[in-house]
């Protein structure tokens, strides 16, 4: 057969009878390719097209460049078939070696289309989780292994892997979407009715794994995927599960990935929903939940007025109760990195619903922040400036007083 023809060492990653040493051989290459001299190969590794790089020319002998080549994709067909085996032991090795691989190699000296296969051969397995529901048959570390693989697969595809008219990453966003609800709704009912030390124990660390990991997956998603429609609404309706999780993991980072994917929202995106600006605003006055979740959701409740219909939320109401919550939080919160959080939420206001400068709400957030400048905490003066400064940027009609109030807190900081 052409696997024959192999070296003897990713011959053994799929040949050898014993799986220790299969699983031994995988570990032993994906070592290799972590070398930096790979990760930061200066050339193409190969001819890009007629554009990029021209055509192979014949030589006397064999280019180090195309051996490297030969190299990369055989074992991206190794670690690709592993993910077909019956056994569970050959499925993890060949997701350790995935992930290696997509961590170090440099697929942008490659043609176009691994990434794609990786893609590709994903996809199935997320369908065998969804099905199974992460269930004892798959296996709780294949899980987490496959949500690793698949968060690390999102952040490097390009539209160049692209497979005829299908988009991989399109996709693979869209596989996970569906897998993730009943991921969700398997570590929910571990969860109890209570997140407590006494069911955080019982439920063990694999549970903690898989949350970690599939969150991990969602945020990087949240990042890279286009603003269709569908994918909106899966990513709507994935935010309202997570923030209101069971699991103290999940709701740690469910709000992260809420704002991550409202930031990037283009103005043609969705439809404004005001409980989603609700529901950011609960967690952020939240004094119950960390700091950093409470700084994503302040975040979040400006971000979700890009949507379409949020300025006419704003206009009809909602801009003096969100003004009052973040001047309040700004004023009067113990925590420093939730003070600086509602500078920043305050001053990010202006950009997302045009604010006009002169107007009450305009005048009011820079009185807020230039309250904020004479704030004890040092972090927090540096913070609420540098807001000040968006602020400017993104509304250049700021009054003359402001920025000379706001360079006589600056000084003072300075002196401080």
């Known amino acids: ?32 390719f972590q070398a930096d001299s790979l990760r930061r190969w200066p050339v193409p590794l190969e001819p890009l097209g007629e554009g990029h790089g021209g055509t ?61 296969e990786v893609s590709q051969a994903l996809v199935p397995l997320l369908g065998r989780i969804r099905e199974d529901k992460a269930s004892e048959v798959f296996g709780r570390p294949s899980t987490a ?29 869209s596989e996970l979407c569906r897998t993730a609800v009943g991921v969700l709704q398997m570590l929910a009912g571990e969860a109890g009715e209570e997140d407590s030390p006494q069911r955080t124990e019982k439920k063990g660390p694999d549970a903690t794994s898989t949350a970690r990991s599939l969150m991990d997956a969602l945020t990087v998603m949240a990042g890279v995927s286009s603003a269709q429609p569908d994918t909106i609404g899966a990513l709507r309706e994935l935010s309202e599960i997570v923030v209101a999780h069971k699991m103290k993991t999940v709701r740690n980072a469910g709000m992260t990935m809420t704002k991550t994917w409202l ?11 005001p409980a989603l600006l609700t529901m950011a605003m609960e967690v952020g006055q939240n004094v119950g939940q960390p700091a950093a979740v409470r700084v994503a959701g302040l975040a979040t409740a400006v971000a979700a007025l890009r949507l379409p219909g949020g300025q006419q939320y704003w206009d009809g109401g909602a801009g003096e109760a969100l003004l009052s919550a973040l001047c309040a939080i700004l004023a009067e919160d113990h925590g420093f ?28 957030i820079i009185a807020a922040l230039l309250k904020g400048c004479q704030d004890p905490g040092l972090d927090v003066r540096n913070g609420v400036l540098m807001s000040l400064g968006d602020l400017a940027s993104w509304c250049p009609g700021t009054p003359a007083d402001a920025g000379d109030a706001a360079a006589a807190a600056a000084a003072g900081t300075i002196a401080a």
């Not at 949500?147 to 996709?171: F, Q």
Request: some cysteine.
């Open 263 to 273: 930031s990037r929202l283009q103005p043609s995106a969705g439809a404004y929903d």
């Open 337 to 364: 990195q939730v003070r600086i959080g509602a500078g920043s939420a305050l001053a990010s206001i202006a950009q997302s619903v045009a604010l006009e400068p002169g107007t009450p709400h305009c005048t009011r």
């Open 1 to 32: 057969s052409a696997r024959s023809k192999w070296p003897m060492l990713l011959f053994m990653c799929t040949d050898d009878p014993c799986p220790k040493v299969r699983a031994a051989a995988v570990a032993v290459v994906a070592k290799l």
């Open 145 to 173: 292994a496959v949500l690793d693989v698949t968060a690390a697969a999102l952040s490097r595809l390009e539209p160049r892997d692209s497979i005829g008219d299908m988009n991989p990453r399109d996709k693979l966003c």
């Open 56 to 116: 192979v020319r014949a030589t006397a002998f064999t280019p180090l460049t195309q051996m490297l080549t030969g190299t990369i994709r055989t074992f991206h067909e190794v670690l690709l078939r592993s993910l077909t085996s019956t056994f569970q032991s050959d499925v993890l090795c060949g997701l350790e070696g995935l992930r290696t691989c997509l961590a170090c190699v440099p697929y942008s000296k490659l043609k176009p289309g691994l990434l794609g």
